[in-house]
Nanobody, 125 residues
Framework: RGRLVQSGGGSVQPGGSLPLSCLAS????????MGWIRQAPGKEREVVAA????????YYSKSVEGRFTVSQDNGKNMVFLQMNNLQPADSGVYYC??????????????????WGKGTQVTVSS
């Protein structure tokens, strides 16, 4: 399988914004989908957003819907997560992850086949 290289993240005050990006390589682009999975200390992992690479269709968890936007570049090699109106509850490590199967449970972190190394997002006042 391929590899995932993440960038972005950092620290912001509540209400701020941060972008995340993930470069996917080694995959058949239109045969895989991507997700963003958040791991906060003491909390269960949560798939906060996902995008079906071939079509651009997307999914958001209720915790981020309306604030986060998932997208991809024209070549479908880069996946982005624009995080707006960040709140302390959004703090955690964000992983990009790839799915190579045609069918999977989008809300289940363990359904994702490959994970990036993660990047820290900290929201505090």
């Amino acid at each position: 399988r391929g590899r995932l290289v993440q960038s972005g993240g950092g620290s912001v005050q509540p209400g701020g914004s941060l972008p995340l990006s993930c470069l996917a390589s080694g995959y058949t682009t239109d045969s895989r989908s991507m997700g963003w999975i958040r791991q906060a200390p003491g909390k269960e992992r949560e798939v906060v957003a996902a995008i079906f690479t071939a079509t651009g269709s997307y999914y958001y968890s209720k915790s981020v819907e309306g604030r986060f936007t998932v997208s991809q570049d024209n070549g479908k090699n880069m996946v982005f997560l624009q995080m707006n109106n960040l709140q302390p509850a959004d703090s955690g490590v964000y992983y990009c992850a790839a799915v190579v199967r045609e069918r999977w449970r989008v809300r289940a972190p363990l359904e994702y086949d490959d994970w990036g190394k993660g990047t820290q997002v900290t929201v505090s006042s």
